[in-house]
């Protein structure tokens, strides 16, 4: 049966209007696609530098409570910084303003650089140590909320990416704050010492895993072997034979190469995008 003409030409034309309508909707659909991954990956910096500080300050804050007074005025610029790194993942939207878990971490940091001058050494670190791992979940949330998987070669890459480095960098950063302690006080006793042998031992466990999948420079693998001789030989004495900021130089070159890799690696999802 054909249908006459004036039949057809309606249509022809509501298909075309129907074809139209698909793309603009395709269109639209990728779009906020898109924003939704650059928005992702924009808190994903912001979150790691903010990570990045929060360590710097574990490490700074330890050794002056061990006694370093000289520390304070490089502690209190680096809380100015910090404020600004609140304000930087702020201003990018509502999603993570509104979220618990970044909601209890302002409210923690907020009184934690008040009151560490009058913490001890175990105890400001332990603080520093749940404000990390409660922003390292945060940075795996919002991954996952911006579908930061879609630009990754499977989920486990993803997981390697913020996640596993991120966790091999807190291991180290938390090796640094209590060694920095340590060195800073001339002494290391036996609570410090298992401390420091178990971060250690997690370090090269968990690297070892990590650079078996991601591509870490040679070079980076040797400063951490570096470190991790550093501190059996140097830190886990009767009285460490290595100055405090030296050793916290040392640990600090260790943590940025891993910090560099998660850079690199956030780049290569960025490139993805385009």
Not at 2 to 18: E, F, N, R, V, Y
Not at 93 to 119: A, D, K
Not at 121 to 127: A, V
Not at 149 to 172: M, N, P, S, T, Y
Request: a neutral charge; proline letters at 2%; glycine letters at 6%.
């Amino acid at each position: 049966m054909i249908l006459p003409a004036h039949t057809l030409a309606p249509l022809a034309g509501s298909l075309i209007a129907l074809v139209i309508i698909a793309l603009l909707l395709r269109h639209r659909t990728r779009h906020r696609r898109r924003q939704r991954l650059l928005l992702g990956l924009t808190w994903l910096d912001s979150l790691r530098q903010l990570l990045a500080h929060f360590q710097q300050h574990r490490g700074l804050s330890s050794g002056y409570i061990a006694g370093n007074g000289d520390l304070l005025p490089q502690i209190q610029q680096l809380q100015s910084q910090i404020r600004r790194d609140f304000e930087n993942v702020t201003v990018q939207g509502n999603w993570i303003t509104q979220n618990s878990r970044w909601i209890g971490i302002e409210e923690h940091w907020n009184r934690l650089s008040v009151t560490y001058q009058s913490l001890d050494r175990d105890s400001n670190i332990s603080q520093h140590n749940r404000m990390l791992t409660n922003l390292i979940y945060l940075i795996e949330d919002t991954a996952e909320a911006h579908d930061l998987k879609l630009l990754c070669d499977g989920h486990d890459h993803g997981q390697r990416v913020w996640r596993d480095l991120l966790i091999v960098a807190e291991h180290i950063g938390q090796a640094r704050a209590i060694g920095t302690a340590i060195t800073a006080a001339g002494h290391c006793d036996s609570v410090s010492r298992i401390q420091m042998s178990y971060l250690s031992e997690k370090i090269e466990e968990t690297s070892l895993n990590l650079w078996g999948n991601l591509d870490m420079p040679q070079h980076a693998r040797h400063k951490l072997q570096e470190l991790l001789s550093c501190i059996k030989q140097r830190v886990m004495q009767d009285h460490p034979e290595i100055e405090s900021q030296i050793y916290f130089k040392l640990a600090s070159g260790c943590l940025e190469d891993v910090l560099a890799q998660f850079d690199q690696e956030m780049a290569l999802l960025r490139q993805r995008m385009e």
